[in-house]
């Protein structure tokens, strides 16, 4: 079997269009453009690469952007006391403080200082426990655009078997409730899990986000299993310029799955994709 590949890329490409018929629409209709502001504390430089791509595609679909850049040093309280003002301002409508944070601040106190009506990332308690109980949150955007991709080829979920490996915050806890309401029989293999790949084999439905690159090889997989990697690693090559990979290996995998994500190209462009859509859908709540 050779797998289908599944086009994040382009699926992303679509949503930001969509996104940006939805902004063009508010603006018409309520005078209203939506507003993302993005914190980034300290000088990681994969976050300043996230960063640099979120507040580019900001504007690009014809959302205001407000970017703050916080030196490493930032004390607790000026970061609060800034979050406080942009919960306060109304031309924003989504707030997104870029993780991991410097050691000496707490990423869950920062969290619970946006208002959740702001929280595009999903990740305040209250979004998080909508998600799990069956309301209307802000869902998670890696998550939310891996269900997306899902469902262009798979759009039966229920009563599948799905094994997310990951157990963080920002993608596998969601991506189970995700996978959960849509009444999948879900699984959480983590590092402290018994023979991974007996688990992994008993899946229709494989989500690998540990940030291991190319762990789960073709024997891991059910034949006909979805496979999706949100993985993004980079390793050496023997040119010495280095590659991105997945926690997949994408070849081999190839061979077993029915259909799988690249990396890149798979769930990172929905990502931020999904962020914008989430920030259309605060602006929108915000004159209902
Ligand atoms: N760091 C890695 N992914 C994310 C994300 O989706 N949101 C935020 N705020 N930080 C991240």
Redesign the pocket.
């Known amino acids: 079997m050779t797998a289908t590949r599944i086009d994040g890329k382009a699926f992303a490409e679509k949503v930001r269009e969509e996104v940006a018929v939805g902004v063009k629409a508010l603006k018409a209709s309520h005078g209203v453009t939506p507003g993302l502001a993005v914190v980034l504390v300290g000088e990681d430089p994969a ?1 300043q690469v ?1 960063v640099r791509n979120k507040v580019r595609q900001t504007e690009a679909c014809g959302m205001q952007s407000f970017h703050h850049v916080l030196d490493t040093t930032t004390s607790r309280d000026s970061l609060l006391s800034i979050i406080e003002s942009l919960n306060a301002d109304p031309e924003v409508h989504g707030i ?5 944070l410097p050691d000496h601040l707490d990423s869950r106190d920062v969290i619970e200082a946006i208002d959740p009506a702001k929280d595009v ?1 999903g ?1 305040h308690t209250s979004n998080v426990g909508e998600l799990w109980t069956g309301g209307e949150p802000f869902i ?3 998550p939310i655009g891996c269900l997306r991709l899902l469902k262009s080829v798979e759009p039966n979920i229920a009563g599948k078997n799905a094994v997310v490996i990951g157990r963080s915050n ?1 993608v596998g806890r969601p991506m189970a409730a995700l996978l959960l309401n849509e009444s999948a029989t879900v699984t959480i293999a983590h590092s402290k899990t018994k023979d991974l790949p007996a688990v992994c084999r008993q899946a229709d439905i494989l989500v690998a986000a540990v940030g291991r690159p190319q762990m789960v090889k073709a024997d891991w997989i059910k034949p006909g299993a979805v496979v999706l990697d949100v993985g993004i690693n980079r390793i050496e090559t023997e040119d010495g310029k280095g590659k991105l990979v997945g926690d997949v290996d994408f070849d081999d995998a190839s061979t077993v799955a029915s259909a799988i994500t690249p990396v890149p190209g798979g769930p990172g462009p929905m ?1 931020i994709a999904c962020l914008l859509a989430n920030t259309l859908e605060a602006a929108k709540r915000s004159v209902s």
């Open positions: 976050s996230y997104l403080v870029q993780l991991p990332d990740f998670p955007c890696t920002i990502t």
